[in-house]
């Protein structure tokens, strides 16, 4: 029953079928994703995984709208986003999709609150103080807000960008090897928060990862070589990440 229960429960938050992107024309082309389906449940944390090269930006840019497709098509919670003009697609990003990039991307001249709010500004949204206030003391931002970027150490501002990711309630959450740039304590506060947005908040994160210990913190990851899926790893371990990745030759 309760297996019942939990299947009519499940919805889809990021589905693509037969994706296909090619970069560059003729003899030197390369099809960075040929022919991906895959599917994301809403309310789970999600790794991609795979050999550089192996497609995972690429596949990351194209389900957040951030890169056109070949073929194929993306759905983000229903909407398919593949056939939408640009003026939607922005509509839509800047609405349903929070991004964490490597590189934090914050703007330098704002403080750290201005950095979590300026999405919501900029769509004329006003925020929901009280999810802030919970955002921003889960992450232990408080007595940081006023500070500008270059105040911040690396993991702090990636909480900033985290904040300001979670911060308009999206429909999934994209992070682009979001530990990157830290350090391993660092770099697992940051992992500790994606994960307890989704099993406490409910949020859907889709994370792109090279560190089979990143991607424990997962619900499952997702294996791509060459353009294609290579397989998945329910409840995974760095030990069963690391060997999955060694069969594909990462
Ligand atoms: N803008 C581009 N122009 C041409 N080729 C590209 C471009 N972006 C990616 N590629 C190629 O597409 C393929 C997939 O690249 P992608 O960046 O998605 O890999 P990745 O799995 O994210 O790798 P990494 O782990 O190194 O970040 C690679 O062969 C890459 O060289
Ligand atoms: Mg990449």
């Known amino acids: 029953m309760s297996a019942l229960v939990s299947e009519v429960g499940t919805r889809t938050a990021v589905a693509a079928a037969n994706l296909v992107k090619v970069y560059g024309k003729g003899d030197t082309a390369v099809r960075a ?34 890169d056109n497709v070949d073929g194929g098509a ?24 929070g991004f964490v990039f490597q590189a934090f991307n914050l703007l330098p001249t704002l403080s750290a609150e201005a950095n979590i709010l300026l999405g919501l500004e900029l769509a004329g949204r006003k925020p929901d103080r009280q999810w802030f206030d919970t955002i921003v003391d889960v992450l232990g ?15 702090q501002q990636q909480r900033v960008a985290c904040a300001r990711a979670l911060v308009a309630k999206p429909d999934v959450v994209f992070a682009d090897e979001p530990t990157g740039n830290l350090d391993s304590r660092s770099g697992a506060e940051v992992l500790d928060f994606l994960r307890m947005s989704v099993r406490k908040l409910g949020q859907t994160v889709i994370m792109v990862t090279h560190d089979p210990v990143a991607a424990s913190y997962a619900d499952r990851v997702v294996l791509m070589a060459d353009g294609h899926l290579a397989g998945e790893i329910d409840n995974p371990t760095a030990d069963s990440v690391l060997s999955a990745l060694k069969h594909l030759g990462a």
């Not at 993306?74 to 999709?97: A, F, H, M, P, Y």
């Open 141 to 155: 931002l408080r007595d940081r807000l006023r500070h500008k970027p270059t105040e911040l150490s690396g993991g």
């Open 33 to 66: 994703l040929d022919g991906v389906s895959v599917a994301f449940e809403a309310g789970k944390f999600t790794a991609i995984m795979g050999p550089s090269g192996s497609g995972k930006s690429t596949m990351m840019h194209c389900l957040a709208g951030l």
């Open 74 to 97: 993306v759905q983000i919670g229903g909407t398919e986003i593949t056939s939408l003009g640009d003026k939607d697609l922005t509509k839509l990003r800047r609405d349903r999709i």
